[in-house]
């Protein structure tokens, strides 16, 4: 059974903090507002727990400053070029927040709404579900929108998300859970020397935008080849077009064996705790962001400062802007079908 406790209002109504958790000790705290992953705590290779993800302790923080620490993220997440979109030969348009550019789901995206409780029961595993309805043409996006976010703590010491949604029109949908993981512990400096492997051949190349131009290229004999364990420093401050224009990295990579099946996108390790982060989804891109604008004037939870490349972000998506590119996997989403998305965060140690 979760927790549940009081953490606030937002335009008169309730929100809470919900705690669920293993027989081993892993605690994840999450909020109905944003469908949030607030903290996660996770046991280093000599047994100490540390919370891993970045947030704030109170919900106005979460209200006010648009990092998206934690944050579900819809309607449709990462950019979308030019803030417009056709489907069946209509054009919608979207909210510019970056930009001419739309950002995760635009000015007031799903991270911004307060989800509704649902009862969730997963076996001998804790899980909490939320659900919020999307209206037609809220930012923008055609179709009533249902939308369902599960979140379960397994007793593998897996944080697993589990997404679904149906609209009643065609409509574009693309969610995933923007948490910043620091392997240390949040608040603990940077992640350069965090190792990091993407399971992925290609890369989507983007713009001065950070908007894909439509060419998958190779990661072959460039700074983006993370198919071996390697330090987030090694290349962060290369000379290559693609990490001067983002100031690191913020690029989509195209899994390999990319089905709807659940495969592995990327391994995170940490040699100074020994933690080590496996991530797995359905979905056929990651993005991996180095939290390249976070600045310092952050303060986060106990009163932590979050300095540039603080957390490193990995986003399980469709392509950005693929509704654009015949190349890439469509987030096209017909009436009355329905919208499943699996993502787990699996946590040990060496």
Not at 10 to 28: E, Q, W
Not at 226 to 233: A, D, E, H, P, S
Not at 281 to 298: I, M, R
Request: charged share 25%.
């Amino acid at each position: 059974m979760s927790i549940k406790k009081d953490f606030g209002t937002v335009d008169g109504k309730a929100v809470y903090l919900f705690t669920i958790k293993n027989d081993k000790g892993m605690v994840a705290e999450i909020t109905n507002y944003g469908g949030t992953l607030v903290s996660l705590k996770v046991p280093d290779s000599k047994g100490k727990f540390d919370d891993v993800v970045l947030g704030y302790d109170k919900l106005e923080d979460y209200v006010e400053y648009k990092y998206f620490f934690g944050a579900t993220i819809g309607r449709f997440a990462n950019r979308i070029a030019k803030s417009s979109f056709d489907i069946n030969g209509v054009q919608y348009k979207v909210p510019k927040n970056e930009g001419e550019n739309s950002l995760h789901g635009g000015i007031v995206g799903f991270d911004k709404k307060v989800w509704n409780e649902e009862p969730a029961e997963n076996g001998s595993n804790e899980s909490i579900e939320f659900s919020y309805l999307s209206v037609d043409v809220e930012e923008g996006f055609p179709g009533n929108l249902n939308v369902k976010v599960k979140f379960t703590v397994t007793q593998d010491n897996e944080f697993k998300i589990e997404y679904n949604a149906i609209s009643d029109k065609d409509t574009i949908v693309n969610l995933t859970n923007h948490s910043y993981f620091n392997l240390s512990g949040q608040g603990s400096g940077d992640v350069l020397k965090h190792k990091i492997m993407i399971n992925a051949d290609k890369f989507t190349i983007n713009d001065e935008n950070s908007i894909p131009t439509g060419v998958i290229a190779s990661v072959e004999n460039t700074p983006m080849d993370f198919r071996k364990l390697t330090y987030v420093g090694e290349n962060i401050s290369s000379s290559y077009q693609q990490i001067v224009q983002a100031s690191g990295f913020d690029h989509n990579w195209v899994i390999n064996d990319t089905g709807k099946k659940l495969k592995k996108a990327a391994e995170v390790y940490d040699e100074k705790s020994g933690r080590i982060m496996e991530v797995y989804t359905t979905k056929p891109g990651v993005q991996f962001y180095s939290a390249n604008f976070l600045s310092g004037l952050e303060i986060g939870k106990g009163g932590a400062t979050y300095e540039k490349r603080a957390a490193l972000c990995l986003e399980t998506q469709y392509f950005p802007d693929s509704m654009h590119h015949n190349n890439f996997y469509s987030p096209l989403l017909k009436k009355g079908d329905k919208y499943e998305h699996i993502t787990i965060y699996k946590f040990s140690v060496k």
